[in-house]
């Protein structure tokens, strides 16, 4: 059977200037064809899409205690409430804060389907090396 995945979609406030912010529609999106990883993305305008992926246990720690360095970091704030994330690359900076309860519980979600520590079962190795290897 196909598992169609599981979607949030949240928003979030992206912080443009010293004190201004701009509320952007936030889509999260996990599936167990890709067992440890969620993809995050955000519309900065609705031509302007910027994706990201990352570990979904980066963003389970994140919403607790600060966690990440390199191009992804996630900090809890207002006493575990809210949560930044801050995105980094070679072509621009962002940081986006929003609420977490809704993520923590999309996030209990993905754990039901796939639970901590056992994402190596729902990885297909021979499909992997099928698109690597040339045949």
Not at 34 to 58: I, K, M, N
Not at 112 to 123: I, M, T
């Amino acid at each position: 059977m196909d598992y169609p995945g599981l979607e949030l979609k949240i928003r979030m406030s992206l912080m443009t200037g010293s004190d201004s912010t701009l509320s952007v529609p936030v889509r999260l999106y996990y599936n167990n064809t890709d067992p440890y990883a969620v993809q995050f993305s955000f519309d900065v305008t609705p031509d302007h899409v910027v994706q990201w992926t990352f570990a979904r246990e980066l963003l389970d720690q994140g919403l607790t205690a600060p966690t990440g360095f390199g191009d992804v970091k996630i900090t809890p704030i207002d006493q575990n409430r809210r949560f930044c994330i801050e995105l980094e690359s070679r072509a621009g900076y962002a940081r986006l804060e929003g609420p977490a309860a809704s993520v923590k519980a999309w996030l209990t979600k993905t754990f039901e389907v796939v639970p901590a520590g056992r994402e190596s079962e729902f990885v297909d190795i021979d499909s992997f090396l099928d698109k690597l290897l040339p045949h």
